[in-house]
């Protein structure tokens, strides 16, 4: 019943623990011929044989009555491509190798400390994905480029929102243009310089080069044979010359990272026009910055920067206004992004940002026509559901012990008058039971 008729090979790696570890939310340790038959499906499951036959041999398991079905969390498929409006409040883990592919590139730092603890990448199927999913995939079929942006103060989940729809968007086999880093290129910049093809423009070598190598992770399977269709002359008279494959151009960066910023932009711009390219997913986290004039940063004369003279943050700019340029094609374009109103750098975002969030449509209102380019959902807490799924799954893989939220209402008064079910302090709350 977990496995919901989704198994394939990428999919076992995060069922066969989970099927698994239901036994120990039930309190019972698996037994050795499930974990064999497990083993036997996939490598990863061998250390469940072991802790089987070390519990058959040890004392016997203290017995207890199973849980009921409403002490465990709904489980989804591992291919994001699969979840629908039903999935809603489910949990799902991304395999090992979409971790790092796209958790990797989206998720913070102490979320991957979260998920190396656990052993598990595993992510709450909050509403506001799908719904986002479900506009975005509604624009693409009427052929109408649409923009959806998470905003709201920080802790809300909008990263996590965003990560899931660009999951999803890559298991669909779409083109993925990353900006995960965007609030770091505004306001720390590894390293910026004056632009060889014009003195008035910035470049951010060492994020351009992070920036493509994420690309290339990301799209390889569709872009690594492009070629240059002209000449790019570089710095110290060097040239990458026409019919450079883009996988060839990686090595000519690391070379010279003063090399990264046109590389990295040509490389884009031959993707977008590439013939019968597939649709493009535009994925944009800390998007605000985007709507700034000046950066907080000053370039080498010390002065400040106008972010239309920046090549990296003005790329992005135009790809998150994508309506209205003529630099790129709006065919087969949707644009995700997260949007924060409130955080530690920004207490108060720009007029544009503020304009932009007001006269969008409000998905979570239920208004959703695909002729309006401009979409927001504003984030909240979570809701009772999302909430149980999050506590249920961290009991059930041992990470917590707290009673069930749907069987034990005065915890779940409790708990909301503590952490109000806001997602971080949710998190916080759990690690220290």
């Avoid at 802790?51 to 009921?68: I, K, N, V, W």
């Amino acid at each position: 019943t977990a496995l919901d008729g989704h198994v394939d090979d990428n999919s076992l790696d995060s069922w066969l623990p989970i099927m698994a570890l239901r036994h120990a939310a039930a309190r019972m340790r698996p037994s050795v011929a499930f974990a064999r038959a497990a083993r036997q499906l996939h490598p990863s499951a061998a250390r469940y044989e072991a802790e089987a036959e070390e519990g058959e041999q040890g004392s016997a398991a203290p017995e207890s009555a199973e849980p009921t079905a409403a002490a465990l969390p709904g489980i989804a498929s591992s291919d994001a491509s699969l979840h629908k409006t039903s999935d809603a409040s489910s949990i799902y883990c991304m395999t090992e190798k979409h971790r790092k592919l796209i958790g990797g590139k989206v998720f913070r730092r102490h979320r991957h400390e979260e998920f190396d603890d656990l052993g598990y990448a595993h992510m709450v199927i909050r509403r506001a994905s799908l719904q986002a999913i479900e506009h975005l995939t509604a624009s693409l079929e009427a052929k109408k480029a649409n923009r959806v942006m998470f905003y709201g103060p920080d802790t809300l989940g909008k990263t996590h929102c965003l990560a899931h729809v660009t999951h999803h968007f890559y298991c669909k086999g779409f083109i993925i243009v990353p900006s995960f880093r965007t609030a770091e290129w505004f306001y720390e910049p590894m390293h910026i310089q004056i632009s060889k093809a014009n003195q008035l423009e910035i470049e951010q070598s060492m994020d351009a080069q992070l920036w493509f190598h994420s690309f290339m992770q990301l799209n390889g399977r569709f872009v690594d044979d492009l070629v240059l269709p002209t000449d790019i002359e570089l710095r110290d008279s060097f040239v990458a010359t026409a019919g450079t494959k883009l996988s060839e151009l990686l090595p000519l960066i690391e070379a010279d990272v003063r090399r990264a910023c046109p590389l990295a932009m040509a490389a884009l711009k031959v993707a977008w026009d590439m013939p019968e390219r597939p649709p493009v997913l535009v994925a944009i986290d800390e998007a605000n910055v985007l709507f700034e004039e000046l950066t907080p940063q000053e370039d080498p004369y010390f002065q400040p920067i106008f972010l239309e003279h920046n090549i990296l943050l003005r790329t992005f700019r135009n790809l998150l206004q994508i309506d209205s340029q003529d630099e790129f094609s709006k065919d087969n374009v949707i644009v995700a992004a997260a949007t924060s109103t409130c955080n530690d750098r920004m207490l108060n975002p720009s007029q544009a940002c503020r304009t932009a969030l007001r006269t969008g449509q409000r998905l979570d209102k239920g208004t959703a026509s695909v002729d309006e380019f401009n979409s927001t959902i504003r984030m909240f807490n979570m809701t009772l559901d999302e909430a149980h799924s999050l506590l249920a799954f961290s009991n059930a893989v041992g990470w917590s012990k707290v009673p069930s939220m749907m069987e034990d209402p005065v915890f779940a008064a409790e708990l909301r008058m503590l952490t109000d079910l806001n997602p971080a302090k949710l998190n916080a709350y759990l690690k220290l039971r």
